[in-house]
């Protein structure tokens, strides 16, 4: 079979421009994984907003550890499961929990008088200690 020249200007054999068909496919491959991670990148945003305590000006590497925390407590994980989780026994706030967020952050939760662990506050390191270095003697 002789090669034709399609209208698209490629020329080729078949019916059809297979030239054209190939890049069509590429296209919605590209577009298809666009659209995925915009969705993806919105959903993260939606958890971040809706976390009940305050990720946005956090690192995003802290941001979606601290999400998976709290999605963790949420599901009722005792904290002493929880790796580098601590209470600030030595402060007199038993009912606070500390988590490490890599080297940098922390996660503090306070158990309520139900038992209830409930997230309360993300941050760095520094103003954690300012936050909640209570020292009593
Ligand atoms: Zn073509």
Request: proline fraction near 3%.
């Amino acid at each position: 079979m002789a090669r034709k020249l399609f209208q698209c200007g490629h020329t080729g054999k078949g019916k059809y421009c297979h030239e054209c068909e190939r890049l069509h496919k590429e296209s919605a491959v590209i577009h298809a994984h666009e659209e995925y991670r915009k969705v993806v990148k919105r959903e993260r945003r939606a958890r971040i907003i809706a976390a009940p305590v305050s990720l946005i000006c956090l690192p995003s590497d802290v941001q979606d550890e601290a999400l998976t925390l709290i999605e963790t407590i949420k599901k009722g994980t005792r904290c002493h499961k929880i790796l580098h989780a601590k209470r600030l026994l030595k402060s007199g706030q038993r009912d606070v929990i500390s988590i490490k967020i890599g080297w940098g952050h922390r996660l503090v939760c306070r158990e309520q008088p139900s038992g209830e662990v409930l997230p309360e506050w993300v941050g760095s390191h520094e103003a954690y200690n300012k936050r909640y270095s209570k020292i009593v003697c």
